[in-house]
Nanobody, 122 residues
Framework: QVQLVESGGGLVQPGGSLRLSCVAS????????MGWYRQAPGEQRELVAG???????NYADSVKGRFTISRDNAKNTVYLQMNSLKPEDTAVYYC????????????????WGQGIQVTVSS
């Protein structure tokens, strides 16, 4: 079973950038589809971006053109580069992993990280 640990969150001004990292351990990273979800207070958890084992990506409409998901299998790490951040991007961001893309996309992946806060405010 893979374990996931996120880092890179924090406070940033509108228009700024952050890069989230998610390091996986305990299993063969390259066989997992990965995703980033977020949950704002009072809102449902939503898929922000996902990446398959083959490197295909998927983004929520609200972040297309601003966020980029990538993976480095040699480092067992998936990244979320977030540019042009807006106050509405404020949320707890969760990394997730599953053996299938369907598991990530459905919101029911096998493994979740602990979550990391991203706050966009002036």
């Amino acid at each position: 079973q893979v374990q996931l640990v996120e880092s890179g969150g924090g406070l940033v001004q509108p228009g700024g950038s952050l890069r989230l990292s998610c390091v996986a351990s305990g299993s063969i990273f390259r066989i997992y589809a990965m995703g980033w979800y977020r949950q704002a207070p009072g809102e449902q958890r939503e898929l922000v971006a996902g990446i398959t084992t083959g490197g295909s990506t998927n983004y929520a409409d609200s972040v297309k053109g601003r966020f980029t998901i990538s993976r480095d299998n040699a480092k067992n790490t998936v990244y979320l580069q977030m540019n042009s951040l807006k106050p509405e991007d404020t949320a707890v961001y969760y990394c997730c992993a599953d053996n299938t893309w369907a598991g990530v996309y459905s919101g029911r992946p096998a493994v979740w990280g602990q979550g990391i806060q991203v706050t966009v405010s002036s």
